[in-house]
């Protein structure tokens, strides 16, 4: 069974700044790119920022230069540092990752690639 914990989140104002942290844990064999998605009522989830297994990253326009993803690979773990926010950022986060699973198929090595999510945490920034 495999887990994403997420912790942070809350309420700020315009102009703060916020730290999102998300831990997978389980029977893991690997984690692959992990990463912070936001969603609004009525609206498509958004991709935020993600973090490559080797450090590559990847913003969403609306949040570059305003965010930093960073991973531990050690601890299968992936925060969000967020400046500057703005009422705009207010959404549900959730932290997603890749994660493989080593498994066996009588004498032969499996390895099953799945998608899991955090339950997600609240970030409204407001005045």
């Known amino acids: 069974q495999v887990q994403l914990e997420e912790s942070g989140g809350g309420l700020v104002q315009p102009g703060g700044s916020l730290r999102l942290s998300c831990a997978a844990s389980?029977?893991?064999?690997?984690?692959?790119?992990m990463g912070w998605y936001r969603q609004v009522p009525g609206k498509q989830r958004e991709m935020v920022a993600i973090?490559?297994?080797?450090?590559?990253?990847n913003y969403a326009d609306s949040v570059k230069g305003r965010f930093t993803i960073s991973r531990d690979n050690a601890k299968n773990a992936v925060d969000l540092q967020m400046a500057s926010l703005k009422p705009e950022d207010t959404a549900v986060y959730y932290c997603?990752?890749?994660?493989?699973?080593?498994?066996?198929?009588?004498?032969?090595?499996?390895?099953?690639?799945?998608?899991?999510w955090g339950q997600g945490t609240q970030v409204t920034v407001s005045s």
């Open positions: 997603k990752a890749i994660i493989v699973i080593a498994s066996m198929e009588g004498l032969s090595p499996r390895r099953t690639w799945s998608d899991y």
């Open positions: 973090i490559g297994s080797d450090g590559t990253t």
């Open positions: 389980g029977s893991i064999f690997s984690v692959e790119n």
